[in-house]
Nanobody
Framework: QVQLVESGGGLVQAGGSLRLSCAAS????????MGWFRQAPGKEREFVAA????????YYADSVKGRFAISRDNAKNTGYLQMNSLKPEDTAVYYC???????????????WGQGTQVTVSS
């Protein structure tokens, strides 16, 4: 079992930046691909970004490409989502997940964090 805990959410103004962290415990996080998803009020959970277990390859939703960067530090069992040029439409609860492959579907992820709120104001 892998336990995931997100942190780093908060309130920022449009154009600002936030860095989310996903701390893993239990089984070695480095053995798993990692994904970030978000869910806004009234909407379904949406794929944001994913990264391979090694950290070599990354994948992004079109809506965040060029603004967000996913990374991981396997020595620290921690994943990250750097969010720049934030927009009000980025407001959501952000979740990290671990699974066998960095796919854009929730189907591919076995373990989930509790989520952290990101609010972007104008």
């Amino acid at each position: 079992q892998v336990q995931l805990v997100e942190s780093g959410g908060g309130l920022v103004q449009a154009g600002g930046s936030l860095r989310l962290s996903c701390a893993a415990s239990g089984r070695t996080f480095s053995s798993y691909a990692m994904g970030w998803f978000r869910q806004a009020p009234g909407k379904e959970r949406e794929f944001v970004a994913a990264i391979t277990a090694s950290g070599v390859r990354t994948y992004y939703a079109d809506s965040v490409k060029g603004r967000f960067a996913i990374s991981r530090d396997n020595a620290k069992n921690t994943g990250y989502l750097q969010m720049n040029s934030l927009k009000p439409e980025d407001t959501a609860v952000y979740y990290c997940a671990a699974g066998a492959a960095p796919i854009s579907s929730r189907y591919g992820y076995t373990y989930w964090g509790q989520g952290t709120q990101v609010t972007v104001s104008s």
